[in-house]
């Protein structure tokens, strides 16, 4: 098996590889330092459209590239949320723009996130998040990204009260706060409100590329060749089942069990397929457990295969689902659909009788995993 920080390094491999090839693919030039501000006028996930003109009266003016699924931009909404409160009262804007393609992201690139980058998704963010500033919508036409060329999500640019660029980079020196040593946007915030230069106007920035148009093929592409998986199904006895609750598996572990009579189950099924889709290249696993009896197991499979169901499946392996269904959870009346999800050491950190709520799921999972593995 892998080290973990082989894996690490793989998939931080991976992540710069796939940059330098979205950098290949599109490249505009980051809006150079004085330059005058371009407008913008763009929906908001509050309902009202925005434009540059709305912050006429604003002593500077800053304007963060984010968005909602990279894992970068994530571990900074808190802090952009508490510099737009701590600089509200000192005549300081700060507007957030996601300018990202939703249809050139991929479902493994949501990873990290319970939530991709569509307008609505967005809007789903600033209510969980309780966004006090302006969450702006660019992804349709990026025109707004064109403009002014952020590299990565996040990327701040921070305009002076004539609009002149005056700092453009990173928010500060580190995505883990309990490691910041320069707070670059606060700084130059400072600077500006004092009439004096900001003393560094120009940083790098990490993070995930901006998903610019034109990828819908690839995702598609990617669709399809995820529809080719194969299929399996394998019968669970009571050993196997009570394996599944055991200490050591090292992932944490969504188990749902259902059946094609079902009616509730197989609405909620292809929810599940897409959540094993988002994380399982993470500590995840997802087991479906089929509780129909064994003599159907042909049908059991046949559905799976229609709804691409390439992780792990297993079915009842006798007709005495009661001894069955106690191996497994004795706590569980038996009852279908029946969601639990699991930590690495077995215990129990979401479950639910009856029809899920999908993004309440992958909150949870998110929140699990990332709270034991951020990266």
Not at 16 to 41: D, N
Not at 58 to 68: D, I, P, S, W, Y
Not at 232 to 241: E, F, H, Q, V
Not at 356 to 365: E, K, M, S
Request: neutral net charge.
């Amino acid at each position: 098996m892998k080290s973990l920080v082989g894996v690490l390094g793989g998939f931080v491999a991976a992540a710069v590889t796939l940059a330098v090839a979205s950098a290949a693919e599109v490249s505009f030039p980051t809006l150079p330092l004085g330059s005058p501000a371009p407008a913008f006028s763009l929906p908001g996930v509050d309902g009202r459209r925005w434009s540059l003109a709305d912050f006429a009266e604003a002593k500077v003016l800053v304007l963060v590239f984010t968005c909602n699924h990279c894992p970068t931009a994530r571990y900074y909404e808190a802090r952009i949320e508490q510099i737009a409160t701590d600089y509200r009262t000192q005549g300081v804007a700060l507007v957030a723009v996601s300018s990202n393609d939703p249809h050139s992201v991929r479902l493994d690139e949501l990873g990290w996130t319970d939530l991709g980058d569509s307008f609505e998704e967005m809007k789903l963010r600033a209510t969980e998040r309780q966004f006090s500033f302006p969450y702006l919508y660019d992804g349709d036409t990026q025109a707004v990204a064109r403009a002014y060329g952020p590299a990565a999500t996040p990327h701040a640019f921070v305009l002076d009260a004539s609009r002149k660029l005056r700092y453009v980079g990173a928010i500060d020196d580190s995505e883990r706060i309990q490691h910041v040593g320069k707070r670059y946007v606060r700084n130059a915030i400072d600077a500006l409100l004092a009439g004096q230069e900001p003393s560094v106007t120009n940083t790098k920035v990490v993070g995930c590329s901006i998903k610019w148009a034109g990828k819908a093929a690839a995702t598609r592409a990617y669709l399809d060749k995820l529809a080719l998986e194969p299929v399996t199904l394998a019968r669970a006895d009571a050993p196997t089942l009570r394996s599944l609750r055991q200490k050591g598996s090292g992932k944490f572990r969504l188990v749902n069990c259902w059946a094609t009579w079902c009616a509730p189950c197989i609405a909620e099924f292809d929810e599940f397929v897409t959540i094993n889709r988002m994380y399982r290249h993470r500590d995840f696993e997802l087991v479906m457990i089929s509780v129909n009896r064994p003599d159907e197991e042909h049908v059991v499979l046949e559905f799976l295969k229609k709804r691409q169901a390439s992780n792990r499946n297993l079915i009842f392996a006798s007709a005495d689902r009661e001894s069955l269904v106690n191996a497994f959870d004795p706590a569980w009346s038996g009852a279908v659909p029946y969601t639990v999800l699991l930590d690495p050491e077995g215990q129990v950190i979401f479950t639910q009788t009856g029809s899920i709520d999908p993004l309440a799921i992958r909150r949870a999972v998110v929140k699990a995993m990332n709270e034991r593995r951020p990266w």
